[in-house]
């Protein structure tokens, strides 16, 4: 079994920042992709930004220039640096990893969401 943890959203001001943190723990041989999607109130989820074989993709034009993903291999770890937050970065963000456990290629594990509110 396979757990992923989110933490770090909250609410702040346009223009603020916060970091959001992805901690997975388990029964894991190792981990291949890890990233983060994110749900507007009435819209569909949408990635975010990918941390692979030790490449990151910002997938969001509209984030290309204000979010930075990174990731601590060691820790099981990934993190969404989140810089000049806008209003429309509002919505719940969703961690995965596409991990390898025990007599499993692979299997992607979600986290719970950590809702992200921008007051502007």
């Known amino acids: 079994q396979v757990q992923l943890v989110e933490s770090g959203g909250g609410l702040v001001q346009a223009g603020g920042s916060l970091r959001l943190s992805c901690a997975a723990s388990g029964s894991i041989l190792s981990i291949n992709n890890m990233g983060w999607y994110r749900q507007a109130p009435g819209k569909q989820r949408e990635l975010v930004a990918t941390s692979t074989s030790g490449t990151t993709i910002i997938s969001l034009d509209s984030v290309k220039d204000r979010f930075t993903i990174s990731r601590d291999n060691a820790k099981n770890t990934v993190f969404l640096q989140m810089n000049s937050l806008k209003s429309e970065d509002t919505g719940r963000y969703y961690c995965?990893?596409?991990?390898?456990?025990?007599?499993?290629?692979?299997?992607?594990?979600w986290g719970q969401g950590t809702q992200v509110t921008v007051s502007s």
């Open positions: 995965y990893a596409d991990v390898r456990t025990a007599g499993k290629l692979q299997d992607r594990y």
